[in-house]
């Protein structure tokens, strides 16, 4: 593919739809032809509009408030950006372009452990995001629709969307698959091996791995150098893993296919033979299985070989096989068969797990512990939108009870809240200046009532997740 690199740069709204033309003649070239190997990509890193588009990216995600080792944000980027765009590009256009190390920043994780996180300059991000607009069409060409984190379109809910419907229809074993520091181990070689199926460009493949390679600047000082795995938080890193675990998800889906339709995965069940099926959400996966324990314990270790040439192991302890009466808890849900009240049937329900539940009533707690010389309408601003966040995510379940109890807790916490604000005043006036109908209130702003959010049941998409890059694209750039 050829493109004018001497075109003036465009705006915004320009540069998405050039993208986005470039992208899905990307994916439909992929998508024709599995086989294809891609040998002119690295002029598109550097085109203006892929350039504008991630810049504007990077500058509107949450991480634009954090600054790499140069010590500059995103967000204090304000007049500045044309020239750091056109000194990219002519960085890139002559392959001096060198990325920097990654900042460490070790976040507190359940259980006292850590969780390293690696921050990228300004400038890195920028080219790691245009990277990423270029690769990820063509990857996501071969991705398997047991694929659900961090892909477009995608979400936790349809993954857990497909677990229950299996779990609903027999396969009723659960493998917890949990891969020890699956960021920091992933093997650079088994990597590079899987991106060179698709990318023939080596200037693409040599950038990826100056990327691989930058290094990481620890808290106390020290400089590393990265032998394995893909700095988790960089903007690239998701597609890089998801490259990596999809070695997981083609060696299940073919076993899948094998299986054939739901009538010879019948007759294979009636042999005393197992079914399975994977469910992957970026490097949390399970493996729903109608069998026996006998049949999950073995596809554990398949699993476990699967992995080992990306340099990935299972972990011994948190990798768990359970029944599905026993229930488990996956990406914050707790999923369970239980007997439905009033009834001897059994249903498969999926609700706010335990931990889900604990993490949000935390947060709750420490907005409204001290901090009485704001107003309450200060208050509400800050509890509001972390309730209707928590509330909207676990809607599509069983979650009624759940929210009926985080709206009462809520309820509680601020009241003690205004109680402590005013000390010396009565219930009664409390009641007439802050309370109508019982419910917090300050001027415009009401406390979000969690358990006024409609449950339902999410619907069950399977493969019919459409893809973010239509066929044909119609119109002309503004």
């Given at each position: 593919m050829t493109v004018n690199t001497d075109t003036p740069w465009p705006d915004a709204d320009e540069a998405w739809w050039r993208v986005l033309k470039i992208q899905t003649k990307l994916h439909r070239w992929a998508t024709d032809d599995p086989g294809r190997r891609f040998d002119d990509l690295y002029n598109l890193v550097y085109d203006p509009a892929f350039l504008v588009h991630a810049w504007e990216r990077v500058r509107g995600n949450r991480g634009a408030r954090s600054a790499g080792v140069d010590g500059v944000k995103p967000r204090s980027i304000v007049f500045g950006a044309e020239a750091l765009l056109a000194g990219l590009r002519d960085e890139l256009k002559a392959r001096t372009f060198q990325p920097l190390p990654v900042r460490e920043h070790m976040i507190p994780k359940a259980g006292g452990k850590l969780r390293r996180l690696g921050i990228a300059t300004a400038r890195d991000r920028v080219v790691q995001a245009s990277l990423k607009l270029v690769l990820e069409p063509i990857f996501e060409a071969d991705f398997k629709p047991v694929s659900y984190g961090f892909r477009p379109g995608r979400r936790a809910h349809d993954a857990i969307a497909e677990i229950h419907h299996y779990a609903s229809r027999s396969y009723e074993w659960v493998v917890e698959g949990d891969i020890t520091a699956c960021f920091d181990e992933i093997s650079h070689v088994g990597l590079q091996d899987r991106l060179r199926r698709r990318i023939g460009d080596k200037r693409v493949m040599g950038l990826v791995k100056a990327f691989l390679k930058a290094g990481i600047l620890s808290e106390d000082g020290v400089m590393r150098d990265t032998i394995t795995g893909t700095p988790q938080g960089g903007i690239l890193s998701p597609l890089l893993s998801n490259v990596a675990l999809s070695v997981l998800d083609e060696h299940f889906v073919k076993?899948?296919?094998?299986?054939?339709?739901?009538?010879?995965?019948?007759?294979?069940?009636?042999?005393?033979?197992?079914?399975?099926?994977?469910?992957?959400?970026?490097?949390?996966?399970?493996?729903?299985?109608?069998?026996?324990?006998?049949?999950?314990?073995?596809?554990?270790?398949?699993?476990?070989?699967?992995?080992?040439?990306?340099?990935?192991?299972?972990?011994?302890?948190?990798?768990?096989?359970?029944?599905?009466?026993?229930?488990?808890?996956?990406?914050?849900?707790?999923?369970?068969?239980?007997?439905?009240?009033?009834?001897?049937?059994r249903f498969v329900y999926t609700y706010p797990s335990a931990k889900a539940l604990a993490s949000v009533k935390a947060k709750v707690r420490t907005l409204t512990q001290g901090g009485t010389n704001q107003r309450l309408d200060a208050l509400l601003d800050r509890l509001n939108p972390v309730l209707r966040g928590w509330a909207n995510f676990f809607k599509y379940g069983s979650s009624a009870r759940t929210l009926s109890y985080l709206r009462a807790f809520t309820w509680r916490r601020v009241i003690c809240w205004l109680r402590h604000k005013h000390p010396h005043g009565s219930w009664k006036e409390l009641r007439r200046r802050y309370l109508q109908g019982w419910w917090p209130v300050q001027g415009k702003v009401r406390l979000f009532d969690p358990a006024s959010v409609a449950v339902t049941r999410y619907r069950f998409r399977g493969e019919r997740i459409p893809s973010p890059w239509p066929v044909e694209t119609t119109g002309s750039a503004a």
């Amino acid at each position: 593919m050829t493109v004018n690199t001497d075109t003036p740069w465009p705006d915004a709204d320009e540069a998405w739809w050039r993208v986005l033309k470039i992208q899905t003649k990307l994916h439909r070239w992929a998508t024709d032809d599995p086989g294809r190997r891609f040998d002119d990509l690295y002029n598109l890193v550097y085109d203006p509009a892929f350039l504008v588009h991630a810049w504007e990216r990077v500058r509107g995600n949450r991480g634009a408030r954090s600054a790499g080792v140069d010590g500059v944000k995103p967000r204090s980027i304000v007049f500045g950006a044309e020239a750091l765009l056109a000194g990219l590009r002519d960085e890139l256009k002559a392959r001096t372009f060198q990325p920097l190390p990654v900042r460490e920043h070790m976040i507190p994780k359940a259980g006292g452990k850590l969780r390293r996180l690696g921050i990228a300059t300004a400038r890195d991000r920028v080219v790691q995001a245009s990277l990423k607009l270029v690769l990820e069409p063509i990857f996501e060409a071969d991705f398997k629709p047991v694929s659900y984190g961090f892909r477009p379109g995608r979400r936790a809910h349809d993954a857990i969307a497909e677990i229950h419907h299996y779990a609903s229809r027999s396969y009723e074993w659960v493998v917890e698959g949990d891969i020890t520091a699956c960021f920091d181990e992933i093997s650079h070689v088994g990597l590079q091996d899987r991106l060179r199926r698709r990318i023939g460009d080596k200037r693409v493949m040599g950038l990826v791995k100056a990327f691989l390679k930058a290094g990481i600047l620890s808290e106390d000082g020290v400089m590393r150098d990265t032998i394995t795995g893909t700095p988790q938080g960089g903007i690239l890193s998701p597609l890089l893993s998801n490259v990596a675990l999809s070695v997981l998800d083609e060696h299940f889906v073919k076993a899948w296919q094998e299986m054939g339709d739901y009538h010879k995965r019948a007759r294979r069940r009636a042999k005393g033979l197992a079914t399975y099926r994977l469910v992957r959400y970026a490097d949390d996966w399970v493996l729903l299985v109608s069998g026996t324990r006998e049949h999950a314990e073995s596809l554990r270790e398949e699993a476990a070989a699967v992995l080992a040439p990306m340099g990935m192991r299972l972990s011994e302890e948190k990798t768990k096989i359970v029944h599905i009466d026993e229930g488990f808890d996956f990406l914050g849900w707790r999923i369970q068969r239980q007997r439905k009240r009033g009834t001897e049937k059994r249903f498969v329900y999926t609700y706010p797990s335990a931990k889900a539940l604990a993490s949000v009533k935390a947060k709750v707690r420490t907005l409204t512990q001290g901090g009485t010389n704001q107003r309450l309408d200060a208050l509400l601003d800050r509890l509001n939108p972390v309730l209707r966040g928590w509330a909207n995510f676990f809607k599509y379940g069983s979650s009624a009870r759940t929210l009926s109890y985080l709206r009462a807790f809520t309820w509680r916490r601020v009241i003690c809240w205004l109680r402590h604000k005013h000390p010396h005043g009565s219930w009664k006036e409390l009641r007439r200046r802050y309370l109508q109908g019982w419910w917090p209130v300050q001027g415009k702003v009401r406390l979000f009532d969690p358990a006024s959010v409609a449950v339902t049941r999410y619907r069950f998409r399977g493969e019919r997740i459409p893809s973010p890059w239509p066929v044909e694209t119609t119109g002309s750039a503004a």
